[in-house]
Every structure is written in C-alpha cells, then in structure tokens.
C-alpha cells in the first residue's frame, strides 16, 4: 500500500539480513507496521500492529482470501471523509490513505489533471496485490508498549523518525527515549530487535545503511536521505 515513511524501496536490502536471526518457529513481530510493506514479503507466523485502527482493519480485511478493493469516486470520498462512522472502518481506512494525495490521512483526492493516469484504479490493483501475500498474518491496533509479543520473536520496528519532519504530525510526540529503552528491555528479554531510522544511541549497531532518493513536496525535485538499520548490541 502507498504510505508515508514505506519501507518498500528497501525491503529487498534489510529483509534477509533480519531473517538470517529467524529460529524455527519464531514470529516476525512489527509494532508499526503501517502499510505492511515489510511484512508482506515475511512468510509463516506474523503479526503487525498499529495505533491507526482503520488501517489495522483494512489490512485484517484484506487478509480474507476473496478481498477485493473497492471503486470509490471522489464525490464518494468527500462523503466518507465527513461521515466516517458511517462506513466500515476498513473502507475509511482504503479510503483515507490510498486515495489521498500523498498517502496523508484524508488530505485531498489523489487525482492527474493532465488525465493521463487513474490512481483510483491503480490504488485498487496495488492493494488487491498486496492483499494476497497478507493472507494467514494477524493485525491487532494496539500501541507498542501494550502490545503481546510471543516469546523469542523477530521485532522489526519502523517508528516516526526523530527528525524535525516528523513534529506536529502525530496526535502525541512520540517519546523516542521512552522507545529506545523498550527495545533494550524485548532484546533482554530474548527477542531479536531491529529499527529503521536515521540516528540511534550508541548501544545499538548500524548493520546496514543505504543513501535513497526521497521527493520534495511531491513533485520532481528529490533529495538525498541515509536510510539506516540498527540492532541492539547491549
């Protein structure tokens, strides 16, 4: 699914350097898993949690074996985004984040005034194939510190970034200390703990790093980010 802050692009590059820490047996855990970019390509025993519930019920929805994502129009829109609890949450939740501009919630009808691309039926045909390789995992909307981890699992966590970007973008800040100790308690705890970002303190490794090209304001204009992964090393 379209989402701000997808792990796509990279999911190639960090995947199998986090699976070759999977046992027999051990559940692939993501505490913010967004649009399941990541645990979408993760097989066997899943679980992926989020505090946003219409997409943790799109996603549970999508995990039914004859989903199949609807055709909404943008008057349809405008009419979901003033009446949300009038419609299935996973339907506010398609609607909120695949058919707005950018993928923010509920910003602006994604639309090509040069009428040369349908990003309603495009939208439609990238979940609908993203819908298949979700079928037998389990998401729950759950904050992280509240959520149930099974024992000896592989946690992959991709929080807000602690950057200027991200302030003001969240219903609350997000507490980055706060989050970095929890990750020190799972690894303690026996889980194998990873983290997207760009920054960490000095007791967690970074065991890969990429530069990536990111827009600006989405139009042409890009920029140059350092994508980085780190693992706990205690």
């Given amino acids: 699914m379209k989402y701000l802050g997808s792990k796509n692009r990279i999911a190639k590059h960090i995947l199998p350097i986090m699976l070759e820490h999977r046992k027999e047996n051990s559940c692939w855990v993501e505490p913010f898993v967004g649009g399941a970019n990541m645990i979408d390509k993760v097989e ?4 992926g949690s989020d505090l946003n519930e219409y997409v943790i019920a799109l996603l549970n929805e999508m995990t039914k074996p004859n989903f199949e994502a609807p055709k909404i129009s943008e008057e349809k ?17 398609y609607a909120g ?5 950018g993928s923010t919630w509920f910003g602006s009808y994604r639309r090509d005034k040069q009428g040369k691309r349908d990003y309603c039926l495009e939208a439609r045909n990238n979940v609908n194939k993203q819908a298949k390789n979700l ?6 909307n759950f904050e992280y510190l509240q959520l149930p981890i099974p024992n000896n699992s592989i946690i992959y966590c991709d929080p807000p970034y602690n950057t200027k970007a991200t302030k003001g973008k969240y219903k609350d800040d997000f507490n980055h200390t706060e989050f970095w100790q929890w990750c020190r308690e799972k690894s303690n705890n026996g889980h194998i703990v990873f983290v997207s970002e760009y920054n960490a303190p000095k007791d967690f490794k970074c065991i890969w790093e990429k530069e990536i090209n990111q827009r600006m304001n989405n139009n042409a204009d890009t920029s140059k980010t350092t994508e980085k992964l780190f693992m706990y090393c205690g």
């Fill in 135 to 140: 079928i037998g995992a389990s998401f729950k």
């Fill in 97 to 101: 984040t695949q058919l707005s501009f």
């Fill in 44 to 47: 066997g025993w899943r679980i």
């Fill in 77 to 93: 829109y405008n009419e979901i985004k003033l009446n949300q609890s009038k419609y299935p949450k996973w339907v506010v939740g």
